[in-house]
């Protein structure tokens, strides 16, 4: 007979199996993919899409027509509390979703509970990444003659490419703009001195101000407090401070890790309910911990596709088997890109030839047809 699955979450490791629904549907399954809205944005590209290389059309998946395409319901919505008794989720609209198996690729926010910020500053954080084009707007519309401020709080990759990329967007619009970058500790100060020398030369060539050695402590209303006690004053401030995962696992009392994220096992399956699954940014890997990057949550998209059905028909799972080493490609936002893998490490226009093709060849993956003529 068949059962109900759910997946929450249209993101980077639920792709394969949106893709693939009908598998799903023609063994006799319900699908209902639940989603705050209908499109769901590739971060790698979310940087690019702010600095003008790609148009939002070409960094997004509908995933509304890719679940109705299939069969499958799509209900707009954000699912608040898993009920895992029950085998019921709610939503903040208050419906009440049963499941007999439900998968969750709610992904990660950037946290900002623990900053005061003063309710009318202009504030957009890196993710998710629609905030990009809200911030894009902001500045389209505001950036003339007169000197704007923009600082970005967050020295990691996010921090590094959203800057390089507002550095880009600036000049092309014609404006003038004084950005800062307010680095934490040290710039891409988790990677090979070699990335970050590189990082910080084409920042500041570009005139970008990079601050290291302190930390954002609080955002009033146009001006960023340090915590060296500096008072910077802004128009606009991004904030890329890491991420975390929503708090949804913690609030419903289901087993997470340390990050609060849905602690699973090696068949990416809730280690205290079976028939609840995850992957991406909302999961903590017992076996080991994962990084934060989209790169676990594609590699796991395969395994999801076949545990899923697994649990459905009660068949044998599969583990999912972390590669130790992947590349990364970050975009400097001015046709070049740093590239690392392991120990090698390059810039220039080559690296960001490659980061486009292989981006572009995933988005092609998934992507349905006539969405790049989407308005
Ligand atoms: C600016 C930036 C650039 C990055 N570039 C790279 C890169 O080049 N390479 C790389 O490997 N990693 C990169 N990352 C990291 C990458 O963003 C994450 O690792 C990746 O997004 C994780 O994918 P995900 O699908 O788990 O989460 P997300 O991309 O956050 O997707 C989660 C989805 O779930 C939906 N959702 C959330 N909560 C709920 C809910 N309660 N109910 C229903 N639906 C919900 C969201 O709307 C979203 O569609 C970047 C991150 C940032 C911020």
């Known amino acids: 007979m068949g059962k109900h699955l759910v997946l929450v979450g249209g993101g980077h490791a639920h792709l394969t199996c949106l893709k693939e629904l009908k598998v799903f549907i023609e063994r006799g399954h319900e699908v209902t993919l639940i989603g705050p809205a209908s499109h769901h944005y590739y971060s790698g590209m979310g940087p690019g899409m702010l600095g003008g290389t790609y148009r939002p059309q070409e ?21 608040v509390e898993v009920r895992p008794g029950e085998k019921r989720l709610v939503l903040a609209s208050g419906e009440e979703v049963p499941y007999d198996v439900v998968s969750f690729n709610t992904g990660s926010g950037i946290p900002t509970h623990d900053l005061p910020i003063a309710p009318d500053a202009n504030v957009f954080t890196v993710k998710p990444i629609e905030q990009l084009l809200k911030a894009q707007k902001f500045i389209r519309d505001r950036l003339t003659k007169k000197m704007h401020h923009i600082l970005l709080a967050g020295g990691g990759p996010a921090g590094l490419e959203i800057t390089g990329n507002l550095v880009r967007l600036a000049s092309d619009l014609g404006g003038r703009a004084e950005i800062t970058l307010v680095a934490g500790r040290r710039l891409m100060g988790d990677f090979p001195d070699k990335v970050r020398s590189l990082a910080l030369a084409s920042l500041t060539e570009r005139g970008v101000k990079v601050i290291e050695g302190t930390r954002l402590r609080e955002v009033q209303t146009n001006v960023a407090v340090l915590q060296d006690g500096r008072m910077l004053p802004f128009d606009m401030i991004f904030l890329a401070l890491g991420v975390r995962p929503s708090p949804l696992f913690n609030d419903s009392g289901l087993p997470t890790g340390p990050d609060g994220g849905l602690l699973v096992n090696e068949f ?16 903590y890997f017992q076996p080991q911990p994962l990084d934060k990057v989209g790169v676990y949550a594609v590699r796991q998209n395969p395994i999801l596709l076949h545990n899923l059905q697994a649990a459905l028909e009660n068949r044998v799972m599969w583990r999912f088997k972390p590669q130790g080493a992947y590349l990364l490609i970050f975009n400097l936002g001015n046709g070049r890109a740093i590239f690392r893998r392991k120990q090698l490490v390059f810039d220039g226009p080559l690296a960001f030839k490659l980061k486009d093709y292989i981006d572009r060849r995933f988005m092609q993956k998934f992507q349905i047809s006539g969405e790049l003529e989407e308005a």
């Open 59 to 79: 960094i997004r998946f509908n995933i509304l027509k890719m679940a109705q395409a299939a069969g499958a319901r799509f209900l707009q919505g954000v699912v």
């Open 268 to 283: 990416l399956q809730s280690v205290a309910h079976p028939e609840i699954f995850g992957g991406g940014d909302c999961i």
